[in-house]
């Protein structure tokens, strides 16, 4: 695919270029980049030269990754990257991507990352066809969370072993989301499960009524133990 650039109120998200290198090399320092993603650790310059002047090109070339380099639209200044991942079943019947990305340390708390997310969500969903929109990540990246919570990510559960990071398997956290999240329409129709709740219905009103209100309460309970925290 030929690379594409989006732009927001704040923000430029375009094609990353060799003269990226340097920011990229500096942000890539941070421990948290190193803790929570796949870049190489230690970070050299030498990977970052690769993944701007190389890895970059061809993962768009090759239709691998859409890799996005999130600038300020006044200075230039690298925020971070914001990219589809796992396309492999982008225009397959399933039409599915991944949503990735990383902020530089000295860039966070100001929005950046939410308002590139949804630059790249719109135009995944109405320019790339994708149906169905995923994010995940190694379960404790309560930062990553927050910014897929904000933008309208559902969380569907936790996956075991998902991730090989340093040489060990660590469960993830993984959220979706669909076009019909954002008032979108979706070539496939979805037809959602329903619960049973007709062939399990008690006899017994009293019972009836019994069941709902343990229901409501261990409902209650769980969205309140799974609430997360903005700080």
Request: hydrophobic share 35%; charged share 25%.
């Amino acid at each position: 695919m030929e690379p594409v650039t989006l732009t927001t109120e704040r923000l430029v998200l375009r094609p990353f270029r060799p003269s990226d290198t340097d920011a990229v090399f500096a942000a890539c320092q941070d421990p948290d980049i190193q803790r929570w993603t796949s870049v190489p650790s230690p970070y050299e310059r030498a990977h970052a030269a690769d993944f701007t002047g190389r890895i970059c090109p061809e993962n768009w070339r090759d239709d691998v990754t859409y890799d996005f380099a999130v600038v300020t639209k006044g200075d230039g200044a690298l925020v971070g990257a914001m990219g589809l991942v796992r396309l492999a079943h982008l225009r397959s019947p399933e039409h599915q991507a991944e949503l990735g990305y990383w902020t530089a340390r000295e860039q966070r708390r100001r929005g950046y990352t939410g308002e590139a997310a949804r630059a790249v969500i719109e135009w995944a969903f109405t320019r790339l066809g994708v149906e169905r929109l995923e994010w995940c990540s190694e379960a404790g990246n309560e930062g990553s969370r927050a910014v897929a919570l904000g933008v309208g990510f559902r969380m569907e559960g936790t996956d075991r072993a998902r991730i090989v990071h340093q040489g060990t398997r660590r469960d993830a956290w993984r959220g979706a989301l669909l076009p019909s999240d954002w008032g979108l329409p979706s070539t496939t129709p979805y037809l959602p499960a329903k619960a049973a709740v007709a062939a399990n219905a008690p006899q017994d009103p009293s019972e009836a009524s019994g069941r709902a209100d343990r229901a409501g309460r261990a409902d209650r309970t769980d969205r309140a133990s799974t609430a997360p925290s903005v700080a």
